[in-house]
Structure formats: structure tokens, C-alpha cells
């Protein structure tokens, strides 16, 4: 026998679908630019439609609330449903036509209904794209595929909240919304071009068996439901939390709530109170833009620290370190003002938002990772999503009235003591 021959065509096809499926991640970096500034421009336009921190509070609420009902329902779907690129495409259409719409809102109850909206059509996208990268590449290849959908993922926010900055200087903020919605539109498209649907399909399970996907997946949305937690399985995770050999968990996760809790306390209220502090909006925008930044480069190195460290170790300084920053902000908030309110929002946000996430992150979901065996996935995550869920709607429905009724300070404050409290239960679990 002779060798093979297979046709030049047949070549020619082979090399263009590994191509096609090696490029089709640089499609999020046009709706990456479109998301990054989105939070940070509604609460903006909340606040130049006559809102109060409270309208804020409320619309992020539900904003927060939608993403559990969200994820639930687009998890399922895409379990079910052999229609990844749909599944991609529409959510791409669905957030261009919402940030459109934005565009000719006149109250902020149309901001918040928009908002809510967003929040379940933007996030139908992120389950399959997770999925996508374990079904067309290699085993082998996983780690650094998932470390390249998060680099495009972040050189894409990093980009809009540049371009949100410049914008702002030049123009309303409310007008910066076309322009979002022509690049998520232009994502949709090479969606729907660079995108095949794979003939080896994973359900979700898989992403919480691999760490990089893992990883990835929380990070982008920390909410992966298998099944809707009942009080069973809250129950079985709380019960023991007395007895010192299996407290490990639930004291973990009541941590982890104090920590998404001070989250969307703090978070809610920050551009609120740097705008109200009368620092222009592109200033606004380029905090939250140097906060991206730092966390981006901190995610590289954060996983080099937690192999030279203990997990628990790594955690407290996250947390001590966050804590510190929000004092300090809070603090400035009260007795700053103009250039030394943004130096000082410049040096201590990036701090806690990059350094410190980074690091409390990688630490804590590797934790989760090692902790949660393979049998409770389904009730374990689901009680971990939950908790996740709950923590930041209910952070960010303190936070409006907090900042509204005891100030911007008090409130950050609060965040940070919150942060010290998780840092006490982190503690006790060094000793377990």
C-alpha cells in the first residue's frame, strides 16, 4: 500500500476549521468594550436624570436579583439545547437592541426596567462560551485557552472604559450608548461567522471539574446552579457548623458571604460618590478604568502567589488589604475634595478592586474548587451561587439607603468591616 492521499481541498478545509476555531474568541473583545463601562453608565445616568443613590441602590438590586433567576434559566437551556452559537448570537442582538433603548430613556424607572433586562439577556452568553472552549480545543490546551478568552475578555473593558473616558470629556454619556451597541452587534456577526457548533458536547459539569474553567466561569459570573437549592441542601451545608471537624464549609461560605455583601455595598456607591463629590464623569470613568487594569495584571500573578503561600494565608491578605482600602476611601470621601478625593480613589481603589480581588479570589475559589467533592456539586455550588446571589442584591439594596440616610463614608465603612469580619471567620479556619 501506498501512502494515503488525501485531496488539497480537503487539506485546505481541515486547516480553515482549526482556524476558525482557534480566532472565534476574539469575537467578545467588541461586546467586552460594550460591557465595561455599562454598570458605571447607568448609575451616571440615574444620577443626571434627577436620582437619588437610592434609584441607584434599587436599579442595581435588580440587576443583581435578575442574574440568579438568569443563570438558572440559560444554565438549563444550555444543558438542553444543542445551540451554542444561537445562544451566543441572540444574547449579542438582545444586549445591542437594550443599549440602544438606553438611548431614549426619560426617567430612571425606564432605566431600571432596561437595567433588569440587561442583566438576564447579557448573561445567556457566558455559560456557552465557557463550554465552547472545552469542546473545541483540546484537553491539553484548556488552561491556556480559557487564559485567552479572559485576556480578550479584558483587553475588550479595558478598551470601553477608555473610550468611555474619552467620550464623557466630548460628549453625553447617554450618547455613548450607540456606539456600544454597534460593536455588540459587530460581536454577534463574527458570532455567528467564527462560531460552529461542535459534535462533542459537555454539559456544564465539566466546567466544575477543571479548575482554569472553574476559574474563568466564576469570574466572569459567580453563580453555577445544577439544581434550585432547597432548604435540604442549605441544611446539609449549615447543620454541622458547630461541630469543629466539619465546620470547614459552612464557616467558608459564611466568609464568602460577608465578602460579596461588602461587595455590593461598596461597589454600588462608588461612582455615586465620586460624582456627587463633583469629579467630572470622564474622572469617574478613568477610576474604575485603572481599578480594571490592576486586576487584570494582578489575575496573572495571582496564581504564582497561592503556590508559594497557603490558600488561608493568601485570603487574609486580600481581605485585610481590601478592608484597609475602603476605610481609607471612605475616609477621603469625608474630607477630600477635587484632585486629592481622585488621587486618592486612584491609588486605593486599584488597591482593593485589582490587587486585593485578585489575590482573595484565586485563593477562595481554589478553596471551593478543593473543597467541594464531585458527589455535591449540585448541592454544594447551588447553596455557593445562592449565597453569592443573595450577598451582593442584598449589598446593593443597603448600600442606596445607607449612603442616602448616614453618607457616602459611613457606608464604605461598612464595607470594610464587613471585610473584617470575613477575615475573622477566614482566620478560624486556619486553625482547622
Not at 442582538?93 to 433588569?116: C, D, K, P, R, S
Request: aromatic share 14%; hydrophobic share 55%.
Amino acid at each position: 500500500m501506498g501512502d494515503s492521499y488525501y485531496p488539497e481541498s480537503t487539506i485546505e478545509s481541515s486547516e480553515r476549521l482549526k482556524r476558525r476555531r482557534a480566532s472565534w474568541p476574539y469575537s467578545v473583545v467588541p461586546v467586552s468594550i460594550a460591557l465595561g463601562p455599562i454598570s458605571t453608565l447607568v448609575q451616571l445616568l440615574i444620577l443626571q436624570l434627577n436620582g437619588t443613590i437610592i434609584d441607584v441602590g434599587i436599579a442595581t438590586t435588580f440587576f443583581s436579583a435578575v442574574s440568579i433567576p438568569a443563570a438558572i434559566v440559560w444554565g438549563f437551556t444550555t444543558d438542553r439545547f444543542n445551540i451554542r452559537k444561537m445562544i451566543i448570537v441572540v444574547s449579542y442582538m438582545g444586549v445591542a437592541l437594550l443599549l440602544t433603548l438606553f438611548f431614549f430613556v426619560g426617567n430612571i424607572y425606564e432605566v431600571t426596567l432596561l437595567y433588569t433586562a440587561f442583566s438576564f439577556v447579557s448573561s445567556a452568553s457566558v455559560t456557552p462560551l465557557n463550554l465552547l472552549i472545552m469542546e473545541t480545543q483540546p484537553k491539553i490546551h484548556w488552561a491556556s485557552a480559557f487564559a485567552r478568552l479572559s485576556m480578550m475578555s479584558s483587553v475588550g473593558t479595558t478598551f470601553g472604559l477608555l473610550l468611555s473616558v474619552a467620550w464623557s470629556d466630548f460628549f453625553p454619556i447617554r450618547f455613548l450608548v450607540m456606539p456600544l451597541a454597534i460593536l455588540t452587534v459587530f460581536s454577534a456577526i463574527l458570532s455567528f461567522i467564527l462560531i460552529e457548533e461542535p459534535a462533542l458536547l459537555f454539559e456544564r459539569r465539566m466546567l466544575v471539574m477543571h479548575r482554569a474553567s472553574f476559574h474563568e466561569r466564576l469570574k466572569v459570573l459567580p453563580l453555577i446552579f445544577f439544581k434550585i437549592p432547597g432548604i435540604s441542601d442549605f441544611k446539609k451545608v449549615f447543620r454541622n457548623i458547630r461541630n469543629e471537624l466539619t465546620r470547614e464549609l459552612p464557616i467558608l461560605y459564611l466568609s464568602i458571604f460577608a465578602f460579596y455583601l461588602s461587595s455590593g455595598i461598596f461597589n454600588t456607591s462608588l461612582a455615586p460618590a465620586l460624582y456627587v463629590s463633583n469629579l467630572p464623569d470622564s474622572q469617574v470613568f478613568l477610576v474604575i478604568l485603572i481599578g480594571m487594569v490592576v486586576q487584570a495584571i494582578s489575575f496573572v500573578f495571582s496564581g504564582q502567589l497561592i503556590e508559594r503561600r497557603t490558600l488561608i494565608g493568601v485570603s487574609l491578605v486580600g481581605l485585610a488589604l481590601r478592608s484597609i482600602c475602603y476605610a481609607i476611601i471612605g475616609i477621603s470621601v469625608l474630607l477630600l475634595a477635587g484632585v486629592w478625593l481622585l488621587l486618592s480613589a486612584l491609588i486605593f481603589y486599584p488597591i482593593a478592586a485589582g490587587i486585593a480581588f485578585a489575590v482573595y479570589y484565586t485563593a477562595s475559589n481554589t478553596i471551593i474548587f478543593n473543597t467541594i467533592g464531585e458527589k455535591s456539586h449540585g448541592s454544594s455550588l447551588g447553596v455557593y451561587s445562592a449565597i453569592v446571589g443573595v450577598a451582593i442584591t442584598l449589598g446593593s439594596f443597603v448600600s442606596g439607603f445607607a449612603s442616602f440616610y448616614l453618607g457616602y463614608h459611613i457606608t464604605f465603612i461598612l464595607a470594610a468591616l464587613l471585610l473584617a469580619f470575613s477575615a475573622v471567620l477566614t482566620f478560624i479556619l486556619k486553625g482547622e
